[in-house]
């Protein structure tokens, strides 16, 4: 689907980025166009040197490096570029959708390749904060791979618009081709990705009475929630005639999918010992270190509380540049891939030499033309907009909160993990899905794993109670489809056909 926004459209990775700020040895290229990144890791030091003593002085350097960064960082906007059309909203007067059909991938079949009439309509988010679901399509399940040389596509078989049109959005403003007024936290975040579906439905109106599902991973874990709440009560509004702003469509929240998440820190950050040295791939660190990182748990957990309960940024931040340094920076200093336990961090891009490729690709010249960007340049992530959400508290908050009342109004939800992932990794997924508090709790804790079969074996474990389905994929890392495309192109299918898996 050739679209191009303003707020922008076209289609990880993460949780490296703020991890990023703690590594020193991983400051160094992404970063190297100007200082912010060296000035994170300063604030960042500082803050954690402060905290615990002086929260005025926080306050100010947290001015201080906001301001910083929007001197910084700015677009500028010279390409003069020819749009079929401009879409616009009565009740979003703020958003322009700009739209081209480039030529470009799979240019046979740019919805779903079944049954674009019936099959249903997916959005597709990677995470970061920051970070450009471009990566999800030219990485992972679009129509087509970037080579490894970096040189063009090839057809992906196993694309998840086999059987579903597929939307990939760069998202918040200034994420990959996408740019904008800065947005520093999801739940404004899911405001615009609302105010854009609206957009779109307009113009298409035959995909507004489809199934809709919202899928994505990593820090897409956060955004799912609140992009789902969003629709989910904007719909409930509607019913109540003089609550409708003009033009507003009801949308058809069928279900989420979020893949190897950062929904409920809490939980989540408990499982990185036991993941870096209980895996069922080997330890990745020392006993020591890993009873090192246990012990600082209930500091950090003490941190992520103060967060949940206070939902400040100022009890949020801290608990972001603690937890990362002694939860997860014993194992970025190991040189072990933290996307994937069994392999060695290797390149520049986050660990995958391939996301280099695709950051070629997309600043090639004429690509950009023909898909119409108008920012200087591509980046699979943004490091500014990463630092910001960190800024704001993002990271901590408690997006799983969100989930309960969404299972009880009827929106299926599934969370997949690959069992090889570290930082979002599947112990401290499952974790959270038992420990939710929510109508079918007790029935998901009582159930037992059942064997999940796909592409003709036993792939992972399932455990289901109504509404809620937790999956372990086998062998698969932080991008599922990148590491199983044929079994998660399975599991896509059949879990948004309505099937259990
Ligand atoms: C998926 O698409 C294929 C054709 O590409 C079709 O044969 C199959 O029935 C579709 N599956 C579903 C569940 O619609």
Known sequence: MGLSKRLAITGLLSLATTVLLFSASAVAEPLSRNSIGRDAER?????????????DNVDEKVHEVIDDVADKFKHTYNKATKWAKTLTHESFPGVQVRMKEPKLCDPDVKQSRNKPKEDPLTLWLNGGPGCSSLTGLFMELGPCSVKEDGSGTEYNPYSWNSNSSVIFLDQPTNVGYSYGNSVSNTVSAAKDVYALLQVFFKEFPQYQRLDFHVAGESYAGHYIPAIGTEINEQNKKMATPLLRAPGIQHINLASLLIGNGLTDPLVQYEYYPKMACENSYGPVLSQATCDQMAASYSTCAGLIQRCYDSGSAFMCLPAASYCNQKMIGPYQMSGQNPYDVRKKCEGDNLCYPILGAVQDYLNRP??????????????SCNMQVNFNFMLQGDWMK?????????LDDGVRILLYSGDADFICNWMGNKAWALDLEWSGKEKLNEKEDRKWKANGHHAGDVRRSGPLTFLRAFGAGHMVPYDKPAESLEMFNTWVSGKRL
Do not use: C
């Open 366 to 379: 004429e690509i950009m033309e023909e898909l119409g960007a108008e920012v200087d340049n591509y980046k």
């Open 398 to 406: 408690p997006f799983h909160r969100m989930v309960p009342p969404l």
């Open 43 to 55: 604030f960042i030091d500082q803050t954690m040197n402060s905290i615990e003593f002086n929260w």
